[in-house]
Structures are given as C-alpha cells and as structure tokens.
C-alpha cells in the first residue's frame, strides 16, 4: 500500500506547488482543466480553464504528494484537521524547511531538539497548510 498526500486549493495551486517546489524540490507534473475533453456533465467555466485539475510533485526517492485546484463549485474549506509531514536527511534542513516554507505564514513550532529524539519544526503556510518536519537523530550504538 501507498499512502499519497492529496491538496486541494480554491485557485491558487499552481502558485502552491511552485512555491513547495522552490524549496523542498522535486519535479513538477501539470494538467489543467483546459485539458479535458468538454462535457456537460463536467462543466468548467471560462475563468477555470487554466487552474490545475492535477499535480505531482515528484521527488527521487518516489515520494509524491498531488495537489488540485477544486472545481469551483465546491471550494475547500482549510482547518487544522491534517499536516503534511515530511522527513528530511538532516537538522539542516529542517531549520531551513521551516523558515522558508513559513514565509508569509506562521511558525506554530519553532524547529528545534525535540524530547523524542528529533529535531522537528511545525507551520501553516501562506495557503493554510499545515507541515511538521522532522529529522530522526540517529540512536547511538
């Protein structure tokens, strides 16, 4: 099994994972709404067209998360009810993560040395996603 995170925006997604891209990296895959065949079952509106009705953001190791724009009619409804949590290859880089994927967002853990064995740092970002980012200290033999 394969679990992939999923994250919808109310139009500003392809700002999101450019954003997500510029700093955690990983390579970006884009299909819009003005790619699917027209429907009548499916209509999307002149001002839709260009959102984004998938993408991936891939990176080496095979992880992936998707994101969207929601379809206009059902617009997403952001709370504190998930967190994306990555686990990085360094304290570094969690430090870093967290500082620049808070930009213009709020630090809600500042990063630091955790009680259990980690350096980890919490935020919401500038489009109301919640990320925790952890470096698991190796233990000592």
């Known amino acids: ?17 450019t954003f997500y891209q510029s700093i955690i990296g ?12 027209a429907s009548e079952e499916m209509p999307v509106s002149d001002t839709w067209q260009d959102k984004i009705m998938h993408s991936t953001l891939t990176f080496e190791d095979g992880n992936v998360i998707y994101f969207s724009d929601t379809w206009e009619q059902s617009p997403v409804k952001f709370g504190n009810y998930s967190t994306i949590h990555l686990v990085v290859t360094s ?5 870093d993560f967290v500082e620049k994927l808070a930009e213009g967002g709020e630090i809600t853990m500042p990063a630091d040395r955790t009680f259990w064995n980690s350096v980890y740092g919490n935020l919401v970002d500038k489009f109301g996603i919640s990320w925790g980012i952890e470096f698991e200290i190796p233990q000592e033999a």
């Open 1 to 17: 099994m394969k679990a992939i995170p999923y994250i919808s925006f109310n139009g500003n997604c392809e700002e999101a994972v």
């Open 26 to 37: 990983g390579t970006i895959s884009i299909m819009k709404y003005n790619d699917l065949p």
């Open 91 to 95: 304290a570094k880089d969690v430090y």
